[in-house]
């Protein structure tokens, strides 16, 4: 596995450790009838958390070539991936098409 495909699992991870602390701080933060001053405290306290747990910074790879583009999120895996497993049989439900 390349180094990309390990980096961004670990900042799936990350995401996942964080993702009800950083919803509740969103929450309190964005709530308006609250006073100014706790709404400042959890926007500080959101910001204090780990960058790479926000979920803008995962990006979808290929889980067999770790390419960034194209990646199909049903199956996620490439387009050029997919078409070799396409043909293999590999994917369910999906065949060759001919006409």
Request: with cysteine.
């Amino acid at each position: 596995m390349s180094n990309q495909i390990i980096r961004d699992h670990k900042r799936r991870l990350l995401v996942a450790k964080y993702e009800l602390e950083r919803m509740q701080c969103k929450a309190i933060s964005r709530h308006k009838k609250l006073p100014n001053q706790i709404r400042y405290e959890f926007f500080l306290k959101s910001s204090k958390l780990p960058r790479n747990s926000s979920r803008t910074r995962v990006r979808n790879r290929c889980i067999f070539t770790g390419r960034p583009r194209s990646v199909y999120k049903l199956f996620r895996v490439s387009r050029i991936v997919s078409r070799d497993l396409a043909f293999k049989g590999s994917l369910i439900g999906i065949n060759k098409s001919c006409w």
